[in-house]
């Protein structure tokens, strides 16, 4: 369970959000259960160029700080006074880039993960709940237990509460790319398609489903 190293995030948004695809999202609680889940979405985020991210032309403020910090740091922050977001700092330490973890499907500790979303066990979860279990940023920051708190931590650090590491890679036709989602402020970024995103192969009712 080595987590992605440095240089991994240290390359072009675009190439990591899509190779991100595939790899496992870790979180330890403060008790030591594990929980992780398998990336199925993801958005890329420039700053140097893109009017949808928060330091669009290096905006640098008490928010956008983490956007700056050396690639592989966890970049969190609250939207709409309610929802948690996970983004992976991407590029060259001081390049304010990032790539926002969309979706998810739950691999361990998923009791935890659905207690966390619906107050319930997995096979208590109704399909519509299960459909939506970390379909979204903020479905999976609540189902991992996410918040502010956790906003600057190493994701290379194997002994963090948060990392990401190898998992199931998807081949690259299976990969789809469109528009990100509600970003619709963003002028020409609007139709930057960057959100990028895939259907794990478990999912469909084949064997691959990956455990620790």
């Not at 870790?26 to 594990?34: E, K």
């Not at 993801?42 to 330091?55: N, P, V």
């Not at 928010?63 to 590029?91: D, K, M, Q, S, V």
Request: hydrophobic share 35%; proline share 7%.
């Amino acid at each position: 369970m080595e987590p992605l190293p440095r240089t991994f995030y240290d390359r072009d948004t675009l190439t990591v959000a899509r190779a991100l695809l595939g790899q496992l999202l870790v979180r330890t609680l403060d008790d030591g259960t594990r929980l992780a889940c398998q990336i199925t979405e993801t958005e890329a985020y420039i700053g140097r160029l893109d009017k949808a991210c928060h330091a669009y032309g290096y905006r640098r403020t008490p928010r956008t700080e983490t956007l700056f910090a050396r690639p592989g740091t966890a970049y969190l922050y609250l939207i709409y006074g309610i929802y948690h977001c996970l983004n992976c700092i991407t590029e060259p330490e001081g390049e304010p880039a990032g790539v926002l973890i969309r979706g998810a499907v739950p691999v361990e500790g998923e009791d935890i993960i659905a207690k966390n979303r619906f107050d319930r066990k997995m096979e208590e979860l109704t399909s519509a709940q299960r459909k939506n279990l970390l379909n979204g940023p903020g479905k999976l920051c609540q189902g991992l237990a996410l918040t502010r708190a956790q906003n600057g931590l190493d994701l290379t650090d194997a002994t963090g509460c948060l990392f990401i590491c190898p998992g199931p890679s998807p081949a690259p036709e299976e990969i789809r790319a469109g528009k990100r989602i509600g970003i619709d402020y963003a002028q020409e970024a609007v139709d930057f398609p960057w959100r990028f995103w895939y259907e794990p192969s478990f999912r469909k009712g084949r064997r691959g489903r990956v455990l620790f």
